[in-house]
């Protein structure tokens, strides 16, 4: 007779070896692709989708800039706008996302995929993380256009507050919900503990990691990050994937650094082969001078100016390109270059926070550094002085009310403006390189401050160092160009195929399939 018992027992156990192998099979990594969502033949934007049969990774999170140049200015910058509000995949379905570094073309949407239901986790290093912190809080969560939100306020408050959490949202009497863009709300009128507990919630995301040591983030995807030299804590991201049992490579370049810096020593990290590399290329078509490689020009012109009785203007990026004009300033002094260095003045208050996390890693501060003053008008009188240095935002086109003191500082013979680094051709600063009036607002302003431009800041490859770092790689498949402008790309394509190594430029969604 069957014995029933065995007989259930052993439909069981078939039962259970059929569930295992069946989840096995589907646990193995089978189908990879991925798609370009920003910085496609253009400079910002930056992220890549990685779609798997088994989880979905973003690279990167980027807002864009304005960049066509084929429509008027301010349509671009609206179109821009609307652009940075809106995600191309439903985030609530990823499941991680890798930073290479903390500007905001690479991670700036990052608070608007944890609005819109992102809750994986946030891989990135350590210096990456403690940036992004305040790049959130004190940028992109303050001011930023995040869409149409909803907000509690209360009827006698021009507080808006946007966390469930919020200890002043619960003590509102009889709250109202009103549905407006944070971009466009008074100053200020963003309930300041919401912010922090956004914040808090996006930072709760982060998993740290440290250079060359391989993680395995799921089944048969592992990653694995090399120092990159672009700002403090950037990185290059190897992606190695188990397919079917075959490993292949693929290698997202982030933004790799000239070598030109000061603060970071040493030239970018790289593995020694890929299959497939993601190469920005913001200066791709850019052969750097030799006067470029030093900064002995930039130490001859302060020394000048200041002797001169001149004020100096420097507009610059609140991360990193600050922190090197400051460190620049110093070394410059201390070296007996710059004889009497006049009082530096930082404006951005996001600046300030960055220089107090910088002092755990550099020695960059001049001696004559004064962070007491901000872009508020009732400070504007005290910066007259002369000679004097102000650094401030690279980006001040509409800032209305910062807008008296760059008229001031253009219309005045005895100042000088110095350019570190890229600005958008057809704005203030852009327009600024070779024209001698600027449209300021509504008024066209004669230039008349001395203009100085310094390459030697740049915290990217040229075209040869493209060359130089891709030659340093045994590439098996395809170099993939991005991030850069399309006629930089196909200069450089050209050079990169002379090689003899494949090179695609692809465009906006095009997608790379991996077997």
């Given at each position: 007779?069957?014995?029933i018992k065995k007989l259930y027992r052993a439909s069981i156990l078939i039962l259970c070896i059929t569930i295992f192998t069946t989840n096995c099979i589907y646990l193995q990594l089978t189908e990879v692709n991925v798609q370009l969502?920003?910085?496609a033949r253009q400079v910002s934007g930056s992220s890549y989708y990685i779609d798997t049969n088994i989880n979905d990774v973003l690279i990167d999170c980027g807002i864009f800039y304005p960049e066509d140049q084929s429509i008027d200015y301010d349509l671009d910058k609206s179109n821009t706008d609307e652009k940075n509000t809106k995600l191309d995949i439903d985030v609530a379905t990823i499941d991680a996302i890798i930073l290479t570094h903390a500007h905001l073309?690479?991670?700036?949407?990052?608070?608007?995929?944890?609005?819109?239901?992102?809750r994986g986790k946030i891989y990135s290093t350590n210096q990456t993380f403690k940036i992004a912190e305040i790049m959130f809080e004190n940028m992109i969560l303050k001011s930023s256009n995040l869409g149409k939100e909803k907000f509690i306020k209360s009827a006698n408050s021009d507080k808006h507050h946007s966390h469930p959490n919020c200890k002043w949202k619960n003590k509102i009497k009889e709250p109202r919900t009103v549905t407006a863009n944070r971009k466009v709300l008074p100053y200020n009128s963003i309930c300041k503990t919401c912010i922090g507990l956004e914040t808090q919630d996006i930072m709760d995301m982060f998993v740290v990691l440290d250079y060359n040591k391989p993680k395995e983030i799921f089944d048969g995807f592992t990653i694995e990050l090399f120092n990159a030299k672009h700002i403090p804590g950037s990185a290059s991201i190897l992606v190695t994937l188990d397919i079917n049992g075959d490993n292949k490579t693929i290698y997202f370049s982030g933004d790799v650094g000239s070598g030109i810096n000061s603060l970071l020593k040493g030239s970018p990290q790289s593995p020694q082969e890929v299959d497939y590399i993601f190469m920005e290329s913001t200066y791709g078509n850019y052969a750097r001078k030799d006067k470029d490689k030093s900064f002995v020009q930039f130490y001859n012109q302060v020394k000048q100016?200041?002797?001169?009785?001149?004020r100096i203007w420097?507009?610059?990026f609140t991360v990193d390109r600050t922190q090197r004009v400051l460190n620049q300033l110093r070394i410059g002094h201390e070296a007996g270059r710059i004889d009497d260095l006049p009082e530096v003045f930082v404006l951005?208050?996001?600046?300030?926070?960055?220089?107090?996390?910088?002092?755990?890693?550099?020695?960059f501060r001049p001696a004559t550094l004064n962070e007491s003053f901000s872009m508020s008008p009732k400070y504007f009188d005290k910066l007259e002085l002369k000679p004097s240095i102000t650094i401030t935002p690279?980006?001040?086109?509409?800032?209305?009310?910062?807008?008296?003191?760059?008229?001031?500082v253009i219309t005045d013979k005895k100042s000088s403006i110095y350019l570190v680094g890229y600005q958008d051709p057809r704005s203030i600063g852009g327009t600024l390189k070779d024209k001698n009036r600027i449209e300021l607002g509504d008024k066209s302003i004669k230039v008349n401050a001395k203009i100085r431009k310094y390459s030697s800041f740049s915290g990217h490859l040229d075209g040869q160092g493209i060359i130089d770092y891709l030659s340093d790689m045994k590439i098996n498949e395809s170099?993939?160009?991005?991030?850069?402008?399309?006629?930089?790309?196909?200069?450089?394509?050209?050079i990169i195929e002379e090689l003899d190594i494949s090179c695609i430029t692809p465009d906006y969604k095009w997608k790379l399939y991996v077997k």
């Open positions: 007779m069957l014995d969502l920003g910085a073309d690479h991670l700036g949407k990052v608070p608007l995929a944890y609005k819109k239901g992102f100016d200041v002797e001169n009785n001149r420097i507009p610059a951005s208050t996001t600046a300030k926070i960055i220089n107090t996390l910088y002092d755990q890693y550099f020695d690279s980006y001040f086109d509409d800032l209305n009310f910062f807008h008296p003191f760059v008229e001031e170099v993939v160009l991005t991030h850069g402008d399309f006629d930089g790309m196909m200069e450089l394509k050209k």
